[in-house]
Structure formats: structure tokens, C-alpha cells
Antibody, heavy 123, light 106 residues
Framework: QVQLVESGGGVVQPGGSLRLSCAAS????????MHWVRQAPGKGLEWVAN????????YYADSVKGRFTISRDDSKDTLYLQMNSLRAEDTAMYYC????????????????WGQGTLVAVSP | DIQMTQSPSSLSASIGDRVTITCRAS??????LNWYQQKPGKVPRLLMY???NLQSGVPTRFSGSGSGTDFTLTIISLQPEDFATYYC?????????FGGGTRVEI
């Protein structure tokens, strides 16, 4: 069965950095686009970034562009999110999510989610 | 960038009610519209993709319709386990975006 397990969250001061990881299993990781989605406490869902299955294209929300970097290591079936210059407004639960595919046609909707890792940016 | 607007932001309903949630895109997104359910403290769950395709395991009392800029999620007969927050999300092109959510409560 598909499993996504995030790690790397924690408390960090404004301006600091964190690297989140998402370990995938139960599917051919290298064949799927992957995404990060976040949710601030008591708020709605916000798409953060995605990476195509072949790593050829990366996209970011305007709110994180230039500060966050998404990457993947297919040899380790792991997705990463490097977060620099963190701000209070980056405080959220961060989920990694797998892109959906039907009959080999993939679309950026999220059919599997991890349990999330909590990032708190506080002085 | 494409903005997604959901209405209402919350609604009260009873068991057995028919519930309709609306999602509007700021530009034409064809049928690249998806719906998720999230219960308090839980991970979001995909309900519907490409407007009207039911994700595996989702009850058939959920249905989706629409195209272009206007979409709806309908729950035909609300069940106790359906009380949750529902989000739409466009997958037309990056940057992707979610609607603000609709909380369905008793």
C-alpha cells in the first residue's frame, strides 16, 4: 500500500532553515510527480510546490518562491523541501502528496497524502 | 494566477439532507477541478477528480459537476461521517490553488 512519511519539522527562529523529507513506499516513486501542501493552524490548504516525475520542472507558490526548493532522490524514494529564510507565516503542517495518474495519464491532483510534519517559526 | 472561491464558507445541515457546495475559478479551467474532504485533525482525502470522477472507495452519494469556471459538489443524502470541511482544487496549470473550504456541520 502507498505510504508517505514526512519528517524534519520542528521549531525554528525567523530567518532560519529546515529541510523536510518525505519517504515514499508502495509505488514506483520515480514515475510520479510529487507535491508539498501546507496548512497553517486553523486555516485552509495551500499548495506549496511540485516536481515532475523526471525532475524536469519545478513549480512554487508565490509565497515561497526564492526561499523554498523542492527536490527528489529516486534512489532513496524520497522527496525533499529545503526551506530557507523562514517567516512566521510559514508556520504550518506540511504534507507531501502523490500525484494522481489514470491509465498512464497524470494530473496534479493528490490521491495519497502523508500524515504531515509540523513546522513552527517562532523567536 | 487562478483563484478559487468556494461558497458557502460554512453550512448547517441534517442527516439525510441534500447538500451542494459551489466552487468558482477566476478563469476557465475546463474540467481540471478536484474535491477533498478533511475531518478535524485528519489528513485530507481525495473525493473527486477531473470534476466528476469518484475516487476509489468514495461513496456514490457524492457527485460532482461543472466545467469552465463553475463547479459543484453534491452530497445526495448527508450521513454522520460526512460532517467535515470540503476543499476544491484546480489542476489546470501551476501555480495550483485550493478554495478556502466549506465547513459542513450539524
Amino acid at each position: 500500500q502507498v505510504q508517505l512519511v514526512e519528517s524534519g519539522g520542528g521549531v525554528v527562529q525567523p530567518g532560519g532553515s529546515l529541510r523536510l523529507s518525505c519517504a515514499a513506499s508502495g509505488f514506483t516513486f520515480s514515475s510520479y510527480g510529487m507535491h508539498w501542501v501546507r496548512q497553517a493552524p486553523g486555516k485552509g490548504l495551500e499548495w506549496v510546490a511540485n516536481l515532475r516525475y523526471d525532475g524536469s520542472n519545478k513549480y512554487y507558490a508565490d509565497s515561497v518562491k526564492g526561499r523554498f526548493t523542492i527536490s527528489r532522490d529516486d534512489s532513496k524514494d524520497t522527496l525533499y523541501l529545503q526551506m530557507n529564510s523562514l517567516r512566521a507565516e510559514d508556520t504550518a503542517m506540511y504534507y507531501c502528496a502523490k500525484e494522481g495518474c489514470i491509465n498512464g495519464v497524470c494530473d496534479p491532483y493528490f490521491d495519497y497524502w502523508g500524515q504531515g510534519t509540523l513546522v513552527a517559526v517562532s523567536p | 494566477d487562478i483563484q478559487m472561491t468556494q461558497s458557502p464558507s460554512s453550512l448547517s445541515a441534517s442527516i439525510g439532507d441534500r447538500v451542494t457546495i459551489t466552487c468558482r475559478a477566476s478563469q476557465n479551467i475546463g474540467t481540471y477541478l478536484n474535491w477533498y474532504q478533511q475531518k478535524p485533525g485528519k489528513v485530507p482525502r481525495l473525493l473527486m477528480y477531473a470534476t466528476s470522477n469518484l475516487q476509489s472507495g468514495v461513496p456514490t452519494r457524492f457527485s460532482g459537476s461543472g466545467s469552465g469556471t463553475d463547479f459543484t459538489l453534491t452530497i445526495i443524502s448527508l450521513q454522520p461521517e460526512d460532517f467535515a470541511t470540503y476543499y476544491c482544487q484546480h489542476s489546470f496549470s501551476p501555480p495550483l490553488a485550493f478554495g478556502g473550504g466549506t465547513r459542513v456541520e450539524i
